[in-house]
């Protein structure tokens, strides 16, 4: 079945401090994916995402996440969290092949950033 | 642009009244979803459209109905609520497999 995997909840960092974001999914061939974030109150918003070609995808507000073929992971990084980082973080998977369209989100993790 | 809008933001309900919840794109995106929130649970896709009269269940489309006449547009119509339909929200639109653009969402409350 497919399925996207975010193991963590919550984290909580210390602002300067660096990020990782764990994504695992299940899926029948290499999927479009994807990363998303949410502010409070606020609709989702695109991080950054992978089609092909260079594994490791640059994003907005100094994001970064490498693609895995052989572990199916999307991780995010951030090499030094700022406080308005603190949101909630989806990862999505999506079929590569038009019709039957369906994009799976994980649950999301929530980031925590203290002072 | 003013992207994927929605109305209205908040809206309480009454178990068993009905009500639309608006939503509109002006990217000229060919797919359109509706997904409900709800705490803790990540995104559930409750219908989605692949262009103009074309729509299709998603994981969790019980009590709801979609419509897609233009492009633009594709409110869903909620029937007799339900307290489990407290939630909120999204609408959002895509060209294809690629970004999906989400809108601000509306809160529901059914009592």
């Known amino acids: 079945a497919q399925s996207v995997t975010q193991p963590d909840i919550h984290i909580t960092v210390s602002e300067g401090a660096s990020l990782e974001l764990r994504c695992n999914y299940s899926?029948?061939?290499?999927?479009?994916l994807f990363w998303y974030v949410q502010s409070p109150g606020q609709g989702l918003q695109l991080l950054l995402k992978?089609?092909?070609?260079?594994?490791l995808v640059q994003g907005i507000k100094g994001f970064e996440a490498e693609f895995k073929r052989s572990q199916s992971s999307f991780n995010l990084r951030k090499p030094s969290v700022h406080w308005s980082d603190a949101a909630e973080y989806f990862c999505?998977?999506?079929?590569?092949?038009?019709?039957?369209?369906?994009?799976?989100f994980g649950a999301g993790t929530r980031l925590f950033v203290k002072a | 642009n003013a992207g994927v809008t929605q109305t209205p933001k908040f809206r309480i309900l009454k178990i068993g009244q009905s009500m639309t919840l608006q939503c509109a794109q002006d990217?000229?995106?060919?797919?359109m979803y509706w997904y409900r929130q709800d705490p803790g649970m990540g995104l559930k896709l409750i219908y989605y459209?692949?262009?103009?009269?074309?729509?299709d269940k998603g994981e969790v489309p019980n009590g709801y109905n979609v419509s897609r006449s233009t492009t633009e547009d594709f409110p869903l119509r909620l029937e007799l609520a339900a307290p489990s339909q407290t939630s909120v929200y999204f609408c959002?639109?895509?060209?294809?497999?690629?970004?999906?653009?989400f809108g601000p969402g509306t809160r529901l409350t059914v009592l």
């Open positions: 990217m000229n995106h060919n797919y």
């Open positions: 899926y029948g061939a290499t999927p479009y």
């Open positions: 999505a998977v999506g079929p590569r092949s038009a019709g039957g369209f369906k994009t799976i």
């Open positions: 959002a639109s895509s060209y294809g497999a690629d970004t999906q653009y």
């Open positions: 459209s692949v262009g103009a009269g074309i729509t």
């Open positions: 992978y089609f092909s070609g260079d594994t």
